[in-house]
């Protein structure tokens, strides 16, 4: 994928890292952009002439901070790019066109009600992304799509989970690119999730797990500051870890998965227990991958907040209270509905104008 306002790959990474600095939100100063990415004021110069000439950042005025010439400051021209997001369940479909920053420009919600043959699917995707490109004023940069089950994101194909299954093995990334003639995207609804909340917030979430409680339950998890996906595209699957041995049956064939045990604690009302098994899930993310930081997200988790919330500090005292050094905050995302659809946005944005992975922890 690629796109002619895209940054080179590598010549490109110190133009992403400034763009990183930019997306904080506060204008910045050469000095300032010299010092946080280690180079010097010469070579920042060029960087901003580069990111100007494309649009992407402009001169936000001038301060005086002593005797001399006034000082520059820069900013990012959120206008500038625009991304579409898709988020597909089973049964409806969310759409977000999202601004350079990850805000959002406009929103489309669409009940499907069924599992469409993938000839209509396409056409469903497609009509939702013609529609919100009419959104926005900037560069439409691409489309991504984010979608529960597994997804091989290298290939762009939907694996499904088992048959029947319509959808199983469908190549949607190629389909969806060639009804568009746009760059697309195609991932995990939680790895989708994860970059909304690192592109919106970067350098916060260096070492962090994402936990999405949807219609299912997963996980993504980002580790010195990559994205993990795994030999087969597959790390994150906590949904299918076992919580209670010979449990509820889950759909993956096995008994006592987390997803199974959760549905049917919230299906017997019994939302105490739901919230204790997420929590389990919590404490075994943290002592698994060591992160720091946890982001709950997902329709269902927002439904049920402050009961989950509660459960989670309970177990994280109990589990780590003899280890008084390690510290994990956690986090209710603020995006919402949103969430998934803005990351899927935000992963269009992320390839076109992010630090190359290569490079992510390098050194």
Do not use: N
């Not at 969310?94 to 929103?107: F, K, N, P, Q």
């Not at 290298?154 to 760059?183: I, K």
């Not at 592109?199 to 949807?214: I, N």
């Amino acid at each position: 994928m690629g796109s002619p306002g895209a940054l080179d790959r590598v010549a490109g990474a110190h133009d992403a890292a400034v763009l990183a600095v930019a997306r904080r939100g506060e204008p910045v100063s050469r000095a300032e952009l010299a010092a946080a990415l280690q180079v010097t004021p010469q070579a920042i110069s060029k960087i901003l002439g580069r990111l100007m000439g494309r649009g992407l950042v402009a001169e936000a005025g001038t301060v005086i901070a002593g005797p001399g010439k006034p000082t520059t400051l820069y900013r990012m021209e959120p206008g500038s790019r625009r991304a579409i997001g898709l988020h597909l369940t089973r049964s409806r479909l969310h759409g977000v066109v999202a601004d350079l920053s990850g805000e959002i420009i406009a929103r489309r919600e669409l009940e499907i009600g069924r599992l469409q043959p993938v000839p209509e699917l396409v056409a469903t995707l497609a009509a939702q992304a013609r529609e919100l490109a009419g959104h926005g004023d900037g560069e439409l940069v691409g489309v991504g799509l984010g979608m529960p089950g597994p997804v091989d994101a290298a290939d762009g194909v939907y694996r499904g989970t088992s048959w029947p299954d319509p959808w199983r093995g469908a190549p949607l990334r190629a389909l969806l690119a060639a009804e568009l003639d746009l760059p697309v995207l195609l991932d995990h609804d939680s790895r989708a999730a994860l970059v909304g909340e690192t592109w919106s917030q970067p350098g916060l979430l260096r070492d962090a797990a994402l936990l999405l409680v949807e219609d299912g339950l997963g996980a993504a998890l980002c580790l010195d500051g990559r994205i993990v996906r795994g030999a087969h595209s597959h790390a994150g699957e906590v949904g299918h870890t076992v919580v209670r041995l010979d449990g509820e049956p889950c759909t993956c064939g096995r008994r006592g998965c987390a997803q199974a045990e959760h549905q049917a604690a919230l299906a017997a009302g019994d939302d105490a227990l739901a919230a204790r098994i997420i929590a389990s899930i919590v404490l075994d993310l943290v002592r698994l991958v060591d992160v720091d930081r946890i982001v709950l997200g997902g329709r269902t988790v927002h439904a049920h907040h402050g009961r989950t919330m509660d459960a989670i500090r309970e177990v994280l005292e109990a589990g780590l209270h003899g280890e008084p050094w390690q510290h994990v905050e956690v986090m209710l995302s603020t995006r919402g509905t949103d969430l998934i659809a803005v990351g899927a946005a935000c992963e269009v944005l992320e390839h076109e104008y992010g630090i190359p992975q290569a490079l992510v922890g390098a050194g």
